[in-house]
């Protein structure tokens, strides 16, 4: 959060102008920031990165198959499968934990119409060899970016890649407008029916609806929140490497746990610090409730895999071994700004022993 001081002098100017919603000042403004920042020529902003997902999948008018990755949260999937459409799931590669590229031209059929993979914990997908794909196929992708926030491949923000990009700004996310998301995209005629897809329909002209649609606005209070975060962001990405360096340097060469190692190219904001224990003395269950024996909250994420929820289970049964086994073997231990070194050491001494 960032100080309070600084929120009350932001929301100042809401009570001054009694504009609380629909696309007000610090709204637009935070809108026009972001864009500087993700360096891509449009933002939407959002309620929340869910409704970021089903709008990018109306706004490209998507009606079929969507090839997508199980090894994600509840959302990814849920956006697909609420937008009429159907989520065909693809292995991930075990190394970056992203969709595998070599699996999936074998689950391209005629009704395949886009592709929607995730930029795990902040490592970037084969962007290059999606994309090729897609063009092969004409096919649309949409990146799930959730965790990517900030994040640069070869010097190109993460926005860039795909046809639209899509952020989420919950609580818990590394850049936080208490809950919130946006839509990035470089195709400029795509912005107006963004902006009536997240206002109900409404077309410049009020009397005019063209179809059915939701809402997802967001207000002028998250707006503000956004304004105060991002000027911290830096600094706070800097003392998540702090804490994320500290990890690695107990963690690395502990026989039995497997750390992810930094792709090269990329510029994390170190969101989360992912392990992988493989016939270490605790097995992954076993490790959480030591820690939560001790009063540590790591998180099974992602457990299970968004294939087996009920709603997802259809009569194609799709295996993707390597996602099942990471999925079952893989914890996120604590990693937040104000997170101690000293908490970091007692955290890694109860797991090593
Ligand atoms: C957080 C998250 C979402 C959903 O974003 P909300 O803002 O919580 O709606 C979607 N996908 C991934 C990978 C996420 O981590």
Redesign the pocket.
């Known amino acids: 959060m960032p100080p309070f001081e600084e929120y009350c002098e932001e929301i100042k100017k809401i009570w001054d102008s009694h504009w609380l919603t629909n696309a007000g000042v610090e709204h637009n403004e935070l809108e026009n920031k972001l864009a500087e920042r993700l360096s891509i020529s449009n933002v939407s902003l959002v309620t ?4 970021a ?1 089903e709008i990018a999948i109306s706004a490209l008018g998507l009606k079929g198959e969507i090839i997508t990755t199980p090894f ?2 509840v ?2 999937t849920s956006s697909i499968a609420r937008s009429g459409c159907t989520p065909v799931f693809c292995d991930i590669d075990p190394v970056t934990l992203t969709m595998d590229p070599n699996k999936i031209e074998s689950l391209i059929t005629d009704r395949t119409v886009a592709i929607l993979p ?1 930029h ?1 914990y902040g490592n970037i997908c084969d962007v290059e060899a999606i994309q090729k794909i897609a063009d092969k196929h004409h096919l649309k992708v949409i990146y ?1 970016a ?2 990517a926030f900030n994040e640069s491949y070869k010097g190109t923000n993460v926005s860039n890649f795909g046809d639209i990009a899509i952020f ?3 609580a ?2 590394v850049f936080n407008t208490i ?3 946006c839509l990035a995209y470089k195709d400029p005629s795509l912005r107006s029916l963004i902006s009536q897809l997240r206002d109900f329909g409404i077309t410049e002209d009020d009397k005019i609806i063209n179809f059915a649609s939701g809402n997802a606005k967001m207000n002028e209070f998250q707006a503000a929140m956004g304004l105060c975060n991002l000027r911290h962001l830096d600094s706070e990405i800097e003392k998540r490497r702090k804490v994320a360096t500290r990890y690695f340097n107990l963690l690395t060469g502990i026989k039995g746990i497997r750390l992810f190692t930094k792709q090269p190219q990329v510029c994390y904001n170190y969101a989360y610090l992912p392990v992988e224990f493989e016939n270490f003395k605790f097995s992954r269950d076993e490790a959480i409730n030591l820690l939560k024996a001790n009063g540590i909250f790591a998180r099974k994420y992602f457990y299970p895999l968004t294939s087996s929820f009920k709603p997802f289970l259809n009569s194609t049964s799709y295996t993707t071994p390597f996602a099942k086994t990471i999925s079952e073997n893989i914890l996120t231990l604590p990693l937040y700004a104000d997170l101690s070194i000293e908490d970091v050491e007692h955290i890694c001494s109860l797991i090593i022993g």
């Open positions: 929340n990165g869910h409704h997902l994600t949260f959302s990814t995730v795990v799930d959730a965790h989420s700004f919950h818990t996310k809950e919130g998301g």
